[in-house]
């Protein structure tokens, strides 16, 4: 599933995340603050109604519209979506997308470059720095960034649109000399 | 060899291989095709378009308009390539283009002879009748004849790449001002991008003698490059050629990444597109020099001044041995000393007034000899003269800055269209500005690049002006030759002349745009590059109007021509737009699916099982297995919208037609949306949750549109409604299970749930656990049979579909694909997307009862409105042929019995059509004319397209348990 | 054409949807007639000048926005999220 870590960090390296419990969640109406402090209490993150990720642990919030987050849960059980509903309740809904993404890590010195190839947004650290989201779209498919580090990306991308993402992400990766080595994908 | 001693930029050190029409020359590193044919003495490389003509070349640019040839070849020639931009490298191969048989004998060249007759606007004039012989005789004759080079009819064996970049700054253009600019900039801490088309950076600089505090100009381009190489927030592109600006400050480019190769490495892309935005950009795209306008002024052997000039100081080659100059600017007169430096002679520089020195001659060329040039004519002298460099004067470069529709102004004092008001954010630096001498390209650079910085709020540093030497740029003009001998060429590559301008004058095209369109003028490859403000002037001569009045036409990306596949990137042949697949696709190949594109879509369309030879034999057998057994669909296409919120039963009831919040929790209802114009606009289910939380479908077509419309409800119309709304089809793979033995199959799956049709009727719903994870079950049917829709989270759809498989094997559980759901929903009368086609009312639909009266709701007011509820609309109703075994099909149209098959009898047409297996035999359902009302009654069913006249009777659109009976079961 | 989108910041216009003059409001209720309606839906005035639009980011944040943009030059004064510039 893995291209090998090139070394010295130059090249491109893919992993896709498999272990994510994922939620759409939506504030209910004039109710960003009071979900922002309930998500301070139950998560003790500082939940900010931008394009931005909040939280660093296993629970993270990525901002992809107003009052409008991707939840992101590392090691998630099948039922993680409706323990975020009981826990949100009355401040927001939620949504179960666990399913509906398939989330890449892109890393490595050409993870930026390669992205950039893609995507008609800035992505120089001046101007998307790590932590920052965009909600974008890559060779005519839906993509959600996240810069998780210097060099270091993730992708969400509708799973209906997996083989096309990755043939785009292969296509660009040979343009630029990088090797790329093809995931396994659960039928 | 025409190659001199010493000199040049060229790298002397690598001989470089090459064949023009199959013949083996030699160039070395830093020539482009066009300088190492002049260094081997290759006068003749084109024929002109309309006539024929033999054309040498002309420039050393990308204006060039004859030395057209095809690169390459088999499925990597390119027609049309300019001589003049392609980079020589070792292995290159190229073919003249546009005669036959042969470049020195070309059999067309009897146009030139015919010439009186191929005047301007001679197509529209001569082709016109008759009408029928236009496809068949007169497009292809022309074709033939007049073509430019042809392409290979083979498929694009290269791939393309794509790039985005964002900057402070764009410079276009690495002359003196572009570079200047970068240099500024760069040195202030500025995101730069400057883009070159040439594989050089310099610009001018390499083709003229000049210096730069002090030292040669090519040395100071050097000393630059090695410093924007070092600066980090500066990019370089180089062969890299801007071809358009749009709006907002974004540009179009395109990199030419391996066209200086034989072929590209493995991978890698020959071209790659950039899309720029830029805060700021400065053009300093130089400026174009006009040929002039006299008699045989198109012989091989014609050159522009600057060009000679590029060919003997970069490339170091002499094009001639005997050079005359004929000049209207301080630059022509400069190429003398140039010329006397590498040892040519110059037999004559010619001045309208005499300006120059002493030896120059007052007059004017009016003809010139030899097959290619051996003689030029000045006032009725024979002077010997192999070249003769022509300096008509400059037009700058202004095409990117006008894209967008800032219309250029004539500058009397430079005679040429110069750009005032540029749009926002962009500025023109040197030529491009109409400054024409090199002290004014360095002040403009500097300056331009300090006031973006200014504007940007970033400190600009100081930097010292570099001392320039001395460069005089005064222009005359001299728009055509009195008394000339012979044809006098406007646009070389279109074959207009003199007389063409003065002829469309003369039959009242006297519009810039007009004389375009009527003589083909600027409208060849070189899009006008060289000849076309020359035409203008001719013309508003002719007109006795000022050149300011008469204007010039408008610029329209691309400005240079661009291979398509740049635009098309890697989105080719399989992957030309992006694929879905469910998460039941592999299951679905494995059992011999064959796939049909819905939207982005790939959905199963049947299954064909061994011994099969038909596809309607694998449709019926499916359809039948669910009316007799039971039959699994993937239904995951579909679109499912999640909705929630305290008022997410408000926002239904005012999506939908009918009322949605007195849907109790574990119900589902069928539901028809109208556009606000009172057109239906979707269909689907809702399924009622929680008291505060529902779910949607929508047709797999519209699913996205739904979306957009749902959120436009919240976002616009009633924002104050507290109801959230997301699409989740990603999240369920959803499969419809369908058939006599449905639920029997559905307990094995499902042995906890009591699915009794008293605990779980029609059109009941409830979340649910499968295998220790969610999953949600309905009692929908789109068969009309007994049918169960259950969706699992979609990474275990497969596993879904195995375990449906599995626990149905012992009787026989069919998947059915889309074809089959469309013959089960036909036999039931259900509309789909051949009925919901956006013409439809729901009264059409015979839906009338779901509007309803107790509220409002999208499309309520239109769609009451008298006309569309005429009952003489076409409504839905049944079709069945009289005869036995005839077949209807879909599109025909209905007429009655007895008329003509003409529009004024159209009663309506046949919407979808298919083989039902419990009717035995074709059946339709169509929109007919108050069609209710006509029940029993006979009609024609004509399709004109397909050659079809079948008499059907009308009859109910439900042909099969109208009453209802098997899907309550 | 570059729109700045008040959430997610400057994008490309491929990543909206367009839908038209953002003036005409619709007329609610269920005694709003059809005339009424008719104005609503289908009369619009060809502004040659600055406009309030809305479009869609469709392939954003999903989000629909109220533009300000000059027809005849497509310069973009502005942007703001709809459901503000309703209030």
Same mark, same amino acid.
């Given at each position: 599933?893995?291209?090998?870590?090139?070394?010295?960090?130059?090249?491109?390296?893919?992993?896709?995340?498999?272990?994510?419990?994922?939620?759409?969640?939506?504030?209910?109406?004039?109710?960003?603050?009071?979900?922002?402090?309930?998500?301070?209490?139950?998560?003790?993150?500082?939940?900010?109604?931008?394009?931005?990720?909040?939280?660093?642990?296993?629970?993270?919030?990525?901002?992809?519209?107003?009052?409008?987050?991707?939840?992101?849960?590392?090691?998630?059980?099948?039922?993680?979506?409706?323990?975020?509903?009981?826990?949100?309740?009355?401040?927001?809904?939620?949504?179960?997308?666990?399913?509906?993404?398939?989330?890449?890590?892109?890393?490595?010195?050409?993870?930026?470059?390669?992205?950039?190839?893609?995507?008609?947004?800035?992505?120089?650290?001046?101007?998307?720095?790590?932590?920052?989201?965009?909600?974008?779209?890559?060779?005519?498919?839906?993509?959600?960034?996240?810069?998780?580090?210097?060099?270091?990306?993730?992708?969400?991308?509708?799973?209906?649109?997996?083989?096309?993402?990755?043939?785009?992400?292969?296509?660009?990766?040979?343009?630029?000399?990088?090797?790329?080595?093809?995931?396994?994908?659960?039928? | 060899?025409?190659?001199?001693?010493?000199?040049?930029?060229?790298?002397?050190?690598?001989?470089?291989?090459?064949?023009?029409?199959?013949?083996?020359?030699?160039?070395?590193?830093?020539?482009?095709?066009?300088?190492?044919?002049?260094?081997?003495?290759?006068?003749?490389?084109?024929?002109?378009?309309?006539?024929?003509?033999?054309?040498?070349?002309?420039?050393?640019?990308?204006?060039?308009?004859?030395?057209?040839?095809?690169?390459?070849?088999?499925?990597?020639?390119?027609?049309?390539?300019?001589?003049?931009?392609?980079?020589?490298?070792?292995?290159?191969?190229?073919?003249?283009?546009?005669?036959?048989?042969?470049?020195?004998?070309?059999?067309?060249?009897?146009?030139?002879?015919?010439?009186?007759?191929?005047?301007?606007?001679?197509?529209?004039?001569?082709?016109?009748?008759?009408?029928?012989?236009?496809?068949?005789?007169?497009?292809?004759?022309?074709?033939?004849?007049?073509?430019?080079?042809?392409?290979?009819?083979?498929?694009?064996?290269?791939?393309?790449?794509?790039?985005?970049?964002?900057?402070?700054?764009?410079?276009?253009?690495?002359?003196?001002?572009?570079?200047?600019?970068?240099?500024?900039?760069?040195?202030?801490?500025?995101?730069?991008?400057?883009?070159?088309?040439?594989?050089?950076?310099?610009?001018?600089?390499?083709?003229?003698?000049?210096?730069?505090?002090?030292?040669?100009?090519?040395?100071?381009?050097?000393?630059?490059?090695?410093?924007?190489?070092?600066?980090?927030?500066?990019?370089?592109?180089?062969?890299?050629?801007?071809?358009?600006?749009?709006?907002?400050?974004?540009?179009?480019?395109?990199?030419?990444?391996?066209?200086?190769?034989?072929?590209?490495?493995?991978?890698?892309?020959?071209?790659?597109?950039?899309?720029?935005?830029?805060?700021?950009?400065?053009?300093?795209?130089?400026?174009?020099?006009?040929?002039?306008?006299?008699?045989?002024?198109?012989?091989?052997?014609?050159?522009?001044?600057?060009?000679?000039?590029?060919?003997?100081?970069?490339?170091?080659?002499?094009?001639?041995?005997?050079?005359?100059?004929?000049?209207?600017?301080?630059?022509?007169?400069?190429?003398?000393?140039?010329?006397?430096?590498?040892?040519?002679?110059?037999?004559?520089?010619?001045?309208?007034?005499?300006?120059?020195?002493?030896?120059?001659?007052?007059?004017?060329?009016?003809?010139?000899?030899?097959?290619?040039?051996?003689?030029?004519?000045?006032?009725?002298?024979?002077?010997?003269?192999?070249?003769?460099?022509?300096?008509?004067?400059?037009?700058?470069?202004?095409?990117?800055?006008?894209?967008?529709?800032?219309?250029?102004?004539?500058?009397?004092?430079?005679?040429?269209?110069?750009?005032?008001?540029?749009?926002?954010?962009?500025?023109?630096?040197?030529?491009?500005?109409?400054?024409?001498?090199?002290?004014?390209?360095?002040?403009?650079?500097?300056?331009?690049?300090?006031?973006?910085?200014?504007?940007?709020?970033?400190?600009?540093?100081?930097?010292?002006?570099?001392?320039?030497?001395?460069?005089?740029?005064?222009?005359?003009?001299?728009?055509?030759?009195?008394?000339?001998?012979?044809?006098?060429?406007?646009?070389?590559?279109?074959?207009?002349?003199?007389?063409?301008?003065?002829?469309?004058?003369?039959?009242?095209?006297?519009?810039?745009?007009?004389?375009?369109?009527?003589?083909?003028?600027?409208?060849?490859?070189?899009?006008?590059?060289?000849?076309?403000?020359?035409?203008?002037?001719?013309?508003?001569?002719?007109?006795?109007?000022?050149?300011?009045?008469?204007?010039?036409?408008?610029?329209?990306?691309?400005?240079?021509?661009?291979?398509?596949?740049?635009?098309?990137?890697?989105?080719?042949?399989?992957?030309?737009?992006?694929?879905?697949?469910?998460?039941?696709?592999?299951?679905?190949?494995?059992?011999?699916?064959?796939?049909?594109?819905?939207?982005?879509?790939?959905?199963?369309?049947?299954?064909?099982?061994?011994?099969?030879?038909?596809?309607?034999?694998?449709?019926?057998?499916?359809?039948?297995?669910?009316?007799?057994?039971?039959?699994?669909?993937?239904?995951?296409?579909?679109?499912?919208?999640?909705?929630?919120?305290?008022?997410?039963?408000?926002?239904?009831?005012?999506?939908?037609?009918?009322?949605?919040?007195?849907?109790?929790?574990?119900?589902?209802?069928?539901?028809?949306?109208?556009?606000?114009?009172?057109?239906?606009?979707?269909?689907?289910?809702?399924?009622?949750?929680?008291?505060?939380?529902?779910?949607?479908?929508?047709?797999?077509?519209?699913?996205?549109?739904?979306?957009?419309?749902?959120?436009?409800?919240?976002?616009?119309?009633?924002?104050?409604?507290?109801?959230?709304?997301?699409?989740?089809?990603?999240?369920?793979?959803?499969?419809?299970?369908?058939?006599?033995?449905?639920?029997?199959?559905?307990?094995?799956?499902?042995?906890?749930?009591?699915?009794?049709?008293?605990?779980?009727?029609?059109?009941?719903?409830?979340?649910?656990?499968?295998?220790?994870?969610?999953?949600?079950?309905?009692?929908?049917?789109?068969?009309?049979?007994?049918?169960?829709?259950?969706?699992?989270?979609?990474?275990?759809?497969?596993?879904?579909?195995?375990?449906?498989?599995?626990?149905?094997?012992?009787?026989?559980?069919?998947?059915?694909?889309?074809?089959?759901?469309?013959?089960?929903?036909?036999?039931?009368?259900?509309?789909?997307?051949?009925?919901?086609?956006?013409?439809?009312?729901?009264?059409?639909?015979?839906?009338?009862?779901?509007?309803?009266?107790?509220?409002?709701?999208?499309?309520?007011?239109?769609?009451?409105?008298?006309?569309?509820?005429?009952?003489?609309?076409?409504?839905?109703?049944?079709?069945?042929?009289?005869?036995?075994?005839?077949?209807?099909?879909?599109?025909?149209?209905?007429?009655?019995?007895?008329?003509?098959?003409?529009?004024?009898?159209?009663?309506?047409?046949?919407?979808?059509?298919?083989?039902?297996?419990?009717?035995?035999?074709?059946?339709?359902?169509?929109?007919?004319?108050?069609?209710?009302?006509?029940?029993?009654?006979?009609?024609?069913?004509?399709?004109?397209?397909?050659?079809?006249?079948?008499?059907?009777?009308?009859?109910?659109?439900?042909?099969?348990?109208?009453?209802?009976?098997?899907?309550?079961? | 054409?570059?729109?700045?989108?008040?959430?997610?910041?400057?994008?490309?216009? @491929?990543?909206?949807?367009?839908?038209?003059?953002?003036?005409?409001?619709?007329?609610?209720?269920?005694?709003?007639?059809?005339?009424?309606?008719?104005?609503?839906?289908?009369?619009?005035?060809?502004?040659?000048?600055?406009?309030?639009?809305?479009?869609? @980011?469709?392939?954003?944040?999903?989000?629909?926005?109220?533009?300000?943009?000059?027809?005849?030059?497509?310069?973009?004064?502005?942007?703001?999220?709809?459901?503000?510039?309703?209030?």
């Amino acid at each position: 599933m893995v291209g090998a870590l090139p070394a010295a960090g130059g090249g491109l390296a893919v992993s896709e995340r498999g272990d994510l419990g994922i939620a759409t969640i939506m504030a209910r109406a004039s109710s960003t603050a009071a979900l922002a402090q309930r998500v301070a209490e139950r998560f003790g993150i500082a939940l900010i109604d931008g394009p931005i990720l909040s939280g660093a642990g296993a629970v993270r919030f990525a901002g992809t519209g107003p009052g409008s987050w991707l939840s992101f849960c590392e090691g998630a059980d099948p039922f993680w979506a409706c323990s975020m509903a009981v826990q949100l309740d009355g401040v927001a809904s939620v949504f179960d997308q666990s399913s509906g993404y398939a989330v890449l890590r892109l890393g490595g010195a050409e993870a930026m470059p390669m992205l950039q190839s893609g995507a008609f947004i800035d992505l120089h650290a001046d101007a998307f720095p790590v932590g920052a989201v965009a909600v974008t779209v890559i060779a005519h498919v839906g993509a959600i960034l996240i810069r998780v580090g210097e060099a270091q990306f993730d992708v969400a991308v509708f799973r209906s649109f997996a083989g096309s993402f990755w043939h785009w992400l292969a296509t660009s990766a040979a343009a630029r000399g990088v090797p790329l080595h093809r995931f396994s994908e659960d039928g | 060899m025409s190659r001199l001693a010493a000199g040049g930029s060229i790298d002397r050190r690598q001989p470089l291989a090459f064949t023009f029409d199959g013949k083996s020359y030699q160039g070395f590193a830093g020539d482009t095709l066009a300088s190492a044919l002049i260094a081997n003495d290759v006068r003749l490389v084109g024929r002109s378009f309309k006539y024929h003509r033999p054309r040498g070349i002309l420039t050393a640019g990308a204006e060039e308009p004859n030395a057209l040839v095809t690169l390459r070849s088999g499925a990597r020639a390119e027609p049309n390539s300019k001589a003049t931009t392609v980079e020589l490298y070792d292995g290159l191969e190229a073919a003249s283009q546009n005669r036959w048989p042969s470049l020195g004998f070309d059999m067309m060249a009897v146009n030139g002879l015919l010439s009186p007759i191929f005047v301007a606007g001679f197509y529209y004039k001569t082709f016109m009748w008759p009408r029928r012989f236009w496809e068949r005789l007169y497009e292809p004759l022309i074709r033939r004849a007049a073509g430019l080079g042809a392409l290979s009819g083979l498929p694009d064996p290269d791939s393309y790449d794509r790039d985005h970049a964002f900057c402070d700054l764009l410079v276009i253009g690495a002359g003196p001002a572009g570079l200047m600019a970068a240099l500024t900039a760069g040195r202030a801490g500025a995101r730069v991008l400057i883009v070159e088309e040439d594989f050089a950076l310099g610009g001018r600089l390499l083709a003229e003698r000049h210096e730069i505090d002090g030292q040669p100009a090519a040395d100071w381009v050097a000393a630059v490059a090695a410093e924007l190489a070092s600066l980090p927030t500066v990019r370089v592109l180089k062969r890299t050629t801007l071809f358009g600006g749009y709006d907002s400050c974004t540009f179009g480019a395109v990199e030419k990444v391996a066209d200086h190769l034989v072929t590209p490495a493995a991978g890698q892309p020959r071209q790659r597109l950039w899309k720029i935005a830029a805060k700021r950009t400065i053009l300093a795209t130089g400026a174009v020099e006009r040929p002039i306008s006299f008699g045989g002024n198109d012989r091989p052997g014609v050159m522009q001044a600057s060009a000679v000039e590029a060919y003997v100081n970069r490339f170091a080659t002499a094009p001639g041995k005997r050079i005359a100059i004929f000049a209207l600017t301080a630059s022509g007169l400069r190429l003398a000393r140039a010329l006397k430096a590498a040892g040519i002679e110059v037999p004559a520089i010619v001045t309208p007034d005499g300006t120059g020195d002493g030896s120059t001659i007052a007059g004017m060329v009016t003809a010139t000899h030899g097959k290619t040039l051996r003689s030029i004519e000045v006032s009725g002298r024979r002077i010997e003269a192999d070249i003769l460099a022509m300096a008509g004067g400059w037009n700058p470069a202004i095409g990117i800055a006008s894209h967008l529709g800032a219309r250029p102004v004539w500058d009397d004092a430079i005679h040429a269209f110069v750009l005032k008001t540029p749009p926002a954010g962009m500025a023109l630096a040197g030529a491009a500005a109409g400054h024409f001498s090199l002290g004014e390209a360095i002040d403009d650079g500097l300056r331009e690049a300090q006031a973006a910085l200014a504007d940007l709020g970033m400190p600009a540093t100081v930097g010292a002006r570099p001392a320039t030497s001395d460069d005089p740029a005064g222009v005359g003009t001299l728009w055509s030759v009195p008394g000339s001998k012979g044809k006098a060429f406007v646009d070389f590559q279109h074959d207009v002349t003199v007389d063409d301008i003065a002829l469309a004058e003369r039959e009242g095209f006297r519009s810039v745009e007009h004389l375009k369109r009527y003589t083909t003028l600027g409208m060849a490859t070189d899009q006008g590059k060289a000849g076309q403000v020359n035409g203008q002037a001719l013309l508003a001569a002719a007109t006795a109007t000022a050149m300011g009045e008469k204007g010039t036409v408008i610029a329209r990306p691309p400005d240079r021509p661009v291979a398509i596949g740049a635009f098309a990137g890697a989105h080719t042949a399989a992957h030309f737009r992006p694929v879905r697949l469910t998460a039941g696709h592999a299951w679905a190949a494995e059992n011999g699916a064959s796939f049909v594109d819905t939207g982005q879509w790939k959905r199963a369309q049947w299954f064909t099982r061994p011994g099969e030879s038909d596809w309607l034999e694998s449709v019926t057998r499916e359809a039948r297995a669910v009316r007799t057994g039971v039959g699994i669909c993937d239904v995951s296409t579909l679109g499912k919208i999640e909705v929630a919120g305290p008022d997410a039963a408000t926002l239904l009831d005012r999506l939908y037609t009918n009322m949605m919040s007195t849907l109790p929790v574990g119900k589902a209802r069928y539901g028809l949306m109208l556009r606000e114009d009172g057109f239906v606009f979707d269909d689907g289910t809702a399924a009622r949750l929680a008291d505060d939380r529902y779910v949607i479908s929508t047709t797999t077509a519209n699913a996205a549109r739904v979306m957009q419309h749902v959120d436009y409800c919240r976002h616009v119309l009633w924002p104050e409604l507290d109801a959230q709304a997301v699409s989740v089809t990603e999240q369920w793979a959803q499969v419809a299970v369908a058939g006599p033995n449905a639920r029997v199959l559905m307990q094995r799956l499902l042995p906890d749930m009591d699915l009794s049709n008293e605990a779980f009727p029609f059109m009941a719903s409830a979340q649910c656990r499968w295998r220790d994870g969610p999953a949600r079950l309905f009692r929908l049917s789109f068969s009309g049979e007994l049918a169960y829709e259950i969706a699992v989270p979609a990474d275990r759809g497969a596993a879904l579909m195995r375990a449906l498989t599995e626990a149905g094997r012992s009787f026989g559980v069919t998947p059915y694909g889309t074809e089959a759901l469309g013959v089960l929903r036909i036999e039931k009368g259900h509309p789909a997307g051949n009925e919901l086609n956006g013409q439809t009312t729901a009264h059409d639909l015979g839906m009338g009862r779901m509007l309803s009266a107790r509220k409002d709701f999208i499309g309520r007011a239109l769609a009451g409105r008298a006309a569309l509820t005429d009952p003489m609309r076409p409504t839905l109703v049944g079709l069945k042929p009289v005869r036995p075994g005839e077949r209807v099909r879909g599109g025909a149209h209905l007429l009655p019995l007895g008329a003509a098959a003409r529009a004024e009898h159209d009663q309506g047409y046949v919407t979808s059509a298919c083989f039902s297996p419990v009717v035995d035999g074709w059946i339709a359902l169509g929109l007919l004319a108050n069609g209710p009302s006509r029940i029993g009654e006979r009609v024609r069913a004509v399709s004109p397209v397909r050659g079809t006249d079948v008499e059907v009777e009308v009859c109910s659109p439900i042909f099969f348990d109208p009453e209802g009976v098997r899907l309550r079961g | 054409m570059r729109i700045p989108c008040p959430y997610c910041g400057e994008r490309d216009a @491929h990543e909206f949807v367009y839908r038209g003059d953002a003036a005409p409001q619709r007329p609610d209720g269920a005694e709003a007639n059809e005339a009424a309606f008719a104005d609503y839906v289908y009369p619009r005035a060809n502004v040659a000048g600055a406009m309030h639009e809305h479009w869609y @980011h469709a392939q954003g944040c999903r989000t629909w926005i109220v533009v300000e943009r000059d027809t005849r030059s497509h310069a973009i004064a502005g942007a703001t999220l709809a459901r503000e510039a309703k209030r």
